[in-house]
Structure formats: C-alpha cells, structure tokens
C-alpha cells in the first residue's frame, strides 16, 4: 500500500506540471528536432523534445503556444524537406522505360541532387531547382537546348547573397550541355511576419488544468500519508494487546 501511494504521488504531481503540453510534431529525426527545438526556444516558445524510441522524436509545447509554434516552424520551413538521390530515383525498376521516362527521371534526379546542395548553405530556409534537359523534336528536327531554374528563400545574413555566380556554376556543370547563360537565379528574402502575440502564462493556480492536478496530487498525498498513521498505529495497538495478554494471565 505504501509503494502504491507513492505511485499515485509521482504520477499526480507529473500530471500537475507536464499535462498542459500537447504534440507539436512527431516522428522527427534528432537532427530535425533538435533544429525545430532551437527555433522555438530562440523565439520564447517553451518547447520541449521528447523521445519516442523507434519513432523517432517528437516536439512538445504548452497549450497556449500552439498556434504560433505553428506559425513559427511553417515560416522556418520546418522540418526539412528530404530530397531524393540519383540511386533512389533509378533504383527498382521493374520494367524497361522509354527515353521519355529516362530523360523526365534523370532532369527530377539532377534538380533533387541540386536543391539538396543549395539548401546547405547557411541560412537558406528553401531551395527548389527546376531542370530541363537536351530535346530534341524527331518531327522538325529542332532542338532544344537544357535550361535550370534555381529559387532559394534565404535569412537576412545569409551569404547565399553572394553566391549567385557560384550556383549558376554548379548548376551549369551538373546538368550536360546547359551553359551559365541558360541558368537562372532566383532569391527571396525571408520576412518574419508579425506572429501571434504570446499569451501570458498563468500560474499553476490560475490555470484549470494544472490546478486539478496540483489538488489530485494534494490529496494522493494525504491519502498516503493517512495510510501510513493508520498503519503504524495498526501496529501499535497490535503490540500493546500483545503486552497485555501476559499480565491479564
């Protein structure tokens, strides 16, 4: 009984304190949780990250901060996207595809591969990379040359600024035939919009919840705490009846 109360204690109490935060986000790898955890925290929403074993991590934050942790990870972009590998796009085929087919899966590779790469720059939230290779018409006989479309949504301090020059090499390299002329750039810098004002947290016992589970946890322990008198008093009595039956003898 006495292990028991003290259960009842330790549960009450972690639900007084730990029940008003609800799911923010689940199933994140570390890296991601642990960016999204950064960027709320430096934003004063209290946020915490919680492990979830095989499903990964999962980001916690209190009830009131919930619309605008939302507003937050949407404008940060978060989590990141995950982009797919030339060995990914290529691998399991079943069947024999058409030039067609090949042509569409290898311009999707090379501009996953790309955006991927530009997105590892500091400070950039989204890169998106639009490739179109070689064509050529069978029934005029004319064509077209490759081309790349780059966009990138960047922070203020990103030196992505500076780099215009040095993706439009990349860009150019990796894709047969374009030249720098047929590559463009597009940047757009990130606005952080006016969010949600913060709502001024409550004290314990001003909040509902909390103080439901701050007078379950009062009275789990009066409870145990009668448990443990009347036990002990339970054993007294036991001691003075058994101090008594000699004498009455």
Wanted: proline share 3%.
């Amino acid at each position: 009984m006495l292990r028991l109360s003290k259960f009842v204690v330790i549960c009450c109490c972690a639900l007084a304190f730990t029940g008003c935060k609800e799911l923010l986000y689940s199933n994140l790898s570390e890296d991601d949780a642990n960016e999204m955890l950064v960027t709320l925290l430096k934003r004063n929403v209290d946020a915490q990250k919680v492990a979830a074993g095989k499903e990964g991590f999962n980001i916690m934050v209190e009830q009131e901060d919930m619309i605008r942790a939302l507003e937050i990870i949407s404008e940060h972009s978060l989590p990141r996207e995950r982009f797919q590998s030339l060995g990914s796009v290529f691998s399991g085929q079943g069947m024999i595809a058409s030039q067609t087919e090949e042509q569409a899966r290898l311009a999707f590779a090379i501009s996953e591969e790309l955006a991927n790469t530009f997105s590892k720059i500091d400070g950039v939230l989204d890169a998106r990379v639009h490739v179109v290779l070689v064509h050529h018409e069978q029934t005029s006989g004319l064509t077209t040359p490759p081309s790349a479309a780059v966009f990138i949504r960047h922070t203020k301090d990103s030196p992505v600024t500076g780099m215009v020059a040095g993706i439009k090499d990349t860009a150019a390299k990796a894709v047969p035939g374009l030249s720098l002329d047929n590559v463009t750039v597009m940047m757009e810098l990130f606005q952080e919009n006016i969010l949600a004002p913060q709502i001024k947290k409550s004290a314990w016992y001003e909040d509902p919840l909390k103080l439901c589970g701050a007078l379950a946890a009062a009275i789990a322990l009066l409870a145990a705490i009668g448990i443990v008198i009347l036990r002990r008093l339970g054993f007294a009595l036991k001691r003075v009846k058994a101090q008594d039956k000699p004498s009455k003898a």
